[in-house]
């Protein structure tokens, strides 16, 4: 849910976020309907509150994590959300299975508490912080991103967070750091397949240091107005709108800046198939298969065409200049 | 064998992709129906390849002569199967743009190997009635359906390729075992066979 202060402010609603005629007179007869007292009081209040929803509907699974209105720039896309029950049934997340079935059904032996984050490496102020500290070192900011799997299907998801930059800033990094590297968890006791032969654990993902500093890299704590769920990365995971969303960890303990390129997950799995950039590119397949399409999850029907992908996932007004003069065909 | 015995097994043929429709048309088929088609039907595909090769191999042990009546329908499931599957994949995946799907045959091979064992089957299911038995002469007919084995093992790499991604061989090698079992039993029997055809000629040959 976006909350919208004066200071704001003037805010265009989208289109798609207009309600139709015919529902606002319904619910307006609904609303009368329960003022007069027919349905109690109870159920007045709850009218009252659907009234003011915006957007984002909170599913009411798990604790409230609001964020507020972001400034940066392409920040909040206008595209259809993809469903809750889509975004948390439908995961790559290894160390719970294979199957896309899999973390929705397994993840829930995960524990998030209590949860810190080391950091370490080139920085001047190495530290642990606590979850509850690192929620509160900047404000938490609504970011509706699109996500691109490298598997050729996409969602549009409203995460809550705040620019990773923010933290990168606090913890002040020396000259010479050049990266910045992601080890996630990787405990047997509460995550089943952590051993499986798929990939080196645990799983390790990498930016370099100016990809890292861009705004729209979220170090994130929720989505849908709530904490994360267990399969999505609980409770603390990055998203990289305009990479491919292997390279967006999950359930992140430690953050370690250096000046050598770390090898990351994937590519040291296959790193003919996956490079340490892995911007979403439509014009650089995958060695297996076509990366020109995508499908975007629970939005079209079975039988519509897939959507074209575009450059840097539509972010390419944001993120290009970082790769200016890049072969992106070698640096894939 | 009771004479509604073939209806049942058409019948039975027919609750995968009767299940498949309904949980896609009930919204129970996942975020990504598509895909859930695409690899179901491979799947079941796979699983009447090891229903057909069961066939022989259970009339002879069993001594059920009567099963041989089945074999035929069963493998016209197989193709059945393998249509809906390669269907799915052409519209969900690939919107029937035949262009795409040529350049997608050359790039993986794993589509490549899966789209040979499909057009290797063609010509077994469509020499599956009497008269294409008698104009081909039982012998060559025999002989072209041997293909079956290749066919088999064409649709495995396919199936263990498209895994191999996720180095996720489990099931994969559950089907190869089967099949592996399935063919290992006939060349027992053919070696068996020998074996009594050369004592035969042996025991002429010493009275």
Redesign the interface.
Known sequence: MLIKTNANGFHHTASSEITPLSAYQSRRDLMKLMATGAAGAAMASWASREAMAQSVDKPGKLAALAGGKSAVAGAVTMEKITDYKDATTYNNFYEFGTDKADPGKNAHTLVTKPWSVAIEGMVKQPKSYTLEDLIKLSPQEERIYRLRCVEGWSMVIPWVGYSLSELIKKVEPLSSAKYVEFVTLADPKTMPFVGSRVLEWPYVEALRMDEAMHPLALLSFGMYGEVLPNQNGAPVRMVLPWKYGFKSGKSIVKIRFTDKEPKTAWNKAAASEYGFYSNVNPNVDHPRWSQASERRIGEDGLFAKKRKTLMFNGYEAQVGQLYAGMDLKKNF | MHPSAKVVLFALCMLPISWLIYR?ASNGA??????YLIRATGDWTLRFICIVLAVTPLRTISNTPQLARFRRMLGLFVYFYVVIHLLSYS???M?FDVA?IA??IA??P?ILVGFLGFLLLTPLAATSFNKAIKAMGAKRWQLLHKLVYVISGLGLLHFFWMRA????FAEVFVYAAIIAALLGWRVRQYLIKKKSAAQTIQARAAT
């Open positions: 896609v996942g975020a990504n129906p598509q895909e519209w969900f995946d919107g795409d350049k997608d790039k993986r794993f991604g996720k180095n996720n």
